[in-house]
């Protein structure tokens, strides 16, 4: 069964730490997002990757950034975290091929 | 401006029900139009994607359809269930690039015995 695991379900942080958040899949699937969902504001991209070591600014990058050194894996950092970085954090892949997101199971994130 | 609007926001209904949720947009050049269905605390599984071409596609109990010239499409829920109760999220793939995913905010359904 295809599969995106997102390392944590649930995590809480302090104002300041920094905070990875790592995804894997393995469906050799070349591209892979970042996305965070909030109440009402739905879905928003943070980055996404094409291939490895690449990377490109999704619409709300401020504050984070992302590392690709594998295919299969693609880390959110959150430099230092901040209250308004509390979200859920959903991590997809798809084939250029077919669009089709392959989403994580999400991580809720609650910076204190 | 490519956007997605979904309507309602929010629907409650009785278990065994028809339901039809409702997704405009404006995202141009169109490339096609998927329907994601997320489970509370899960992430969003994509249950039907239409292309230009295509007006209607069924999932079991869900048909989509797609308008391109009034660029709407709808969801409709036949005899719907407990386990339908989710958000649905209509997102339109398109834009210069063609690649682009412009996404839905999303209908809440809830689904009540």
């Known amino acids: 069964d295809v599969k995106v695991t997102q390392s944590s379900r649930y995590l809480v942080k302090r104002t300041g730490e920094k905070v990875f958040l790592e995804c894997v899949q393995d469906m050799d699937h070349e591209n892979m997002f970042w996305y965070r969902q909030d109440p009402g504001l739905g879905l928003r991209l943070i980055y996404f990757?094409?291939?490895?070591?690449?990377?490109e600014k999704g619409d709300i990058p401020e504050g984070y950034s992302v590392s690709r050194e594998k295919k299969e894996r693609f880390s959110l950092i959150l430099e230092s975290a901040s209250t308004n970085q509390t979200s859920m954090y959903l991590c997809a892949s798809s084939r250029p091929s077919t669009g089709e997101l392959f989403f994580g199971e999400g991580s809720r994130l609650t910076v204190l | 401006k490519n956007q997605v609007e979904q309507s309602p926001q929010s629907l409650i209904i009785l278990e065994g029900k028809n339901c039809t949720l409702q997704?405009?947009?404006?995202?141009?050049?169109?490339?096609?139009l998927r329907w994601y269905k997320q489970d509370t605390g899960r992430g969003p599984v994509s249950l039907t994607i239409?292309?230009?071409?295509?007006n209607t596609k069924s999932n079991g109990r869900y048909t989509a359809t797609l308008d391109a010239d009034t660029k709407q499409s709808s969801l409709h829920i036949t005899a719907s269930q407990l386990s339908d109760s989710a958000s649905y999220i209509c997102v339109v793939s398109g834009g210069q690039a063609g690649t682009a995913l412009i996404f839905g905010k999303g209908t809440t359904l809830s689904v009540s015995s």
């Open positions: 990757s094409y291939d490895v070591k690449m990377k």
């Open positions: 239409m292309t230009f071409s295509e």
């Open positions: 997704c405009n947009y404006t995202v141009s050049p169109f490339s096609n």
